[in-house]
């Protein structure tokens, strides 16, 4: 794909899609849940699609047209063993979260994805379910998938996790929910909070004490409506555009503002945005508001400890925004980008380098040094299949002087699936 390069303003409303993250759960707490849940804004994308196909193969009926969805929920223990095997697509959070259900369900499951899936560590989550009582395998030994997993009764366990992850949170969470007693989780740093937010909402308990999380179950679940703010992170590439394409406005309604998530805005405020948020509302469940940035002058900054898993993310889009801010640009302790679709490390370094931005990678992070004019002769620039990594170039490309093509472009669809028809219609 050729993308549109040196655009000379951004002007607009743009409606981002549905929050993927939320999204996912919706299905999920629907499933096991006793009733019908509706969920309005849902996100369409390829990542939530193979969640409902999950959980189709288990006996759940889920009607979805477009970004409505109503799931028949089958209660607690409902779920049917399925005859076919689980597909998770390239959707890490799909397989992460499954798990973590099928832990407490007295079957037995065989659980696949993609290529970028088969690279990605799935024992981080697996450990804690096999301390439960999970019987799972698997490529080295339950690390990798194909996972086989038998669940049943467990045991609850406090867990002391070594990374702050809301999907290794969620996963144990899910299956404590179906577990006899109180299954609990500590983890180094405050991680997205979207899990305990929803099983609340979905008339559930959980008890949050500092760093720790815990559910005492077996818990019932009723079904319930849902309103799904727009995703932050598919937010954030416009965010930036708007900051650093010249002679821009641009807002973004409807955007979810958890406070676990919103990690882009305080990194945009630190580095001297023109950024306003207004129309802030259901603060109780999903806080959402609408947010307008403007063409600013950025100074670079630092960004590690406890504000990586707040913006994890968005760092591939956060890299190509310190290369527009004067200075030296530091991002530390998120050598979780290795895990992601990509190792986000290498590919955004390896993909800005070749519009001419001075970026080196360091073990946990990179240095950014700023600010660059990018430009390119005939660059080709490659997603590597990585949605998050398709986005920052196509926004890097609107500040970059020559010709740039796009491989593989369509891994937007994972998550933002009218992505470019968005970004055109700002320019």
């Known amino acids: 794909m050729q993308l549109r390069t040196n655009v000379s303003s951004l002007q607009g409303i743009i409606h981002v899609p549905g929050d993927k993250s939320i999204s996912h759960r919706a299905v999920m707490l629907g499933a ?140 144990i969470l899910l299956a404590g929910l179906a577990t006899d007693g109180t299954t609990a989780v500590t983890e180094p740093n405050r991680s997205r909070d979207h899990t305990e937010r929803m099983i609340r909402l979905f008339g559930g308990n959980v008890a949050v004490d500092g ?26 590439f416009f965010l930036v555009a708007g900051a650093v394409v010249p002679n821009s406005e641009i807002t973004l309604k409807n955007v979810g503002l958890n406070p676990t998530r919103t990690g882009i805005i305080d990194v945009l405020q630190k580095m001297g945005a023109d950024i306003t948020i207004a129309n802030v509302r259901n603060e109780q469940t999903e806080p959402f508001g609408d947010i307008t940035v403007r063409t600013s002058r950025l100074a670079a900054t630092e960004i590690s400890g406890e504000l990586i898993p707040r913006l994890i ?61 990018l430009k390119a002769e005939k660059a080709v620039v490659d997603s590597h299949g990585d949605h998050r990594i398709g986005m920052m170039l196509a926004i890097a490309a609107c500040i970059t002087k020559g010709a740039v093509h796009l491989k593989r472009p369509e891994a937007v669809a994972v998550s933002y699936p009218a992505f470019f028809d968005h970004l055109h219609s700002l320019i």
């Open 32 to 171: 096991i849940a006793h009733g019908t849940t509706t969920i309005e804004n849902f996100l369409p994308g390829e990542d939530c699609l193979s969640t409902i196909d999950c959980f189709r193969k288990m006996g759940v009926v889920i009607k979805q047209d477009g970004s409505h969805v109503v799931v028949e929920g089958k209660g607690q223990g409902g779920l049917q063993e399925p005859s076919d095997i689980l597909h998770v697509g390239n959707s890490g959070t799909t397989a992460r979260l499954l798990l973590g259900i099928l832990a407490g369900c007295p079957f037995h499951a065989c659980l696949i994805g993609d290529e970028s899936i088969a690279k990605r560590p799935m024992g981080r989550v697996t450990k804690p379910l096999k301390m439960m009582g999970a019987r799972i395998d698997g490529r080295e030994h339950g690390n990798y998938t194909p996972i086989s997993i038998r669940g049943g009764e467990l045991q609850p366990i406090h867990y002391e996790s070594p990374v702050a992850s809301a999907q290794v949170k969620s996963a």
């Open 211 to 236: 760093l720790t999380v815990a559910v005492t179950g077996p818990q019932q679940l009723a079904g319930t409506s849902i309103y799904v703010p727009g995703d932050i992170s598919s937010a954030a």
């Open 313 to 373: 993310d968005e760092i591939p889009i956060i890299a190509l925004l310190a290369t527009q801010a004067e200075g030296t640009t530091v991002i530390k302790d998120a050598s979780e980008l290795k895990v992601k679709e990509t190792n986000r490390i290498d590919t955004v370094v390896t993909e800005l380098r070749k519009l001419g931005a001075e970026i080196e990678a360091t073990e946990d992070g990179m240095i950014i040094h700023g600010k660059s004019a």
